[in-house]
């Protein structure tokens, strides 16, 4: 059943949501997972890659069926084109509540730090089912590879057709034409450690650069000038 036709069967009033649980305090499952949320958030509320309104966050329950108290939770996700409710005191507006925003995530990424998320099976059928456009998963610590893919990528994705989900061919970028966005791995350093990241990314494999990052650039280009400056005998502090 589609997100569609399970607003359909319920009541045009606004449904009771009393009963949800949406915040059960459970922690995150690791540093690895905090930071690698936060690099795939971050970089979209810091740069303009995307018009707004959307909503990209973590580990925030989607409900889509009041009445089954259905929820699944991302480890990521991206919606584009709807706005973040500002009055956080009423309960319908602290979680992503398929019936309020009235569509489901253009993208919903899952981090794997062990083998009982079911993240290849359970999770993707409901993704699909929902009609969700585009999956990732990202096996950063190759828990769920058997002993003959220890090669294999560590990023799998997704495509809705017809559906169903396509697995998309192993790529550099993953690019999503409807989002016009891509993911990407990268290895670099981000919050001071080292490590193969999953980044959000330009059609050409460019990565979205994080506030810091762009600072940084900026940072060096006030450099540079400041030495061109000095070699041509001006002192860049009274320019």
């Not at 995150?28 to 795939?40: C, E, G, P, T, Y």
């Not at 009055?87 to 309020?100: A, M, P, T």
């Not at 950063?140 to 294999?152: A, T, V």
């Amino acid at each position: 059943m589609t997100p569609q036709q399970l607003l359909d069967n319920e009541a045009i009033v606004a449904p009771d949501i009393s009963h949800l649980v949406i915040e059960d305090d459970t922690p995150v499952d690791n540093f690895q997972s905090a930071k690698q949320q936060r690099l795939l958030v971050e970089v979209l509320y810091s740069s303009d890659v995307l018009p707004l309104p959307f909503i990209a966050d973590t580990n925030v329950g989607l409900f889509y069926a009041p009445r089954q108290s259905a929820v699944i939770v991302p480890d990521a996700f991206l919606s584009l084109g709807v706005q973040m409710p500002s009055d956080w005191s009423e309960k319908k507006n602290r979680s992503y509540f398929v019936w309020e925003f009235e569509k489901v995530p253009e993208v919903c990424i899952e981090i794997v730090s062990n083998r009982e998320g079911n993240e290849l099976e359970s999770k993707k059928a409901t993704y699909a089912r929902l009609g969700v456009p585009y999956y990732a998963v990202f096996d950063p610590l190759r828990q769920l590879q058997k002993p003959d893919e220890m090669n294999g990528s560590v990023l799998k994705v997704w495509a809705l057709s017809v559906g169903r989900y396509t697995e998309l061919p192993p790529s550099q970028v993953f690019w999503f034409e409807t989002v016009g966005l891509g993911l990407t791995l990268w290895d670099g350093v981000f919050e001071g450690q080292q490590d193969s990241w999953l980044r959000w990314c330009r059609q050409d494999g460019r990565v979205i650069p994080t506030g810091k990052e762009r600072a940084d650039q900026a940072q060096q280009k006030t450099e540079r000038l400041a030495e061109r400056l000095r070699q041509m005998g001006v002192d860049p502090d009274a320019v």
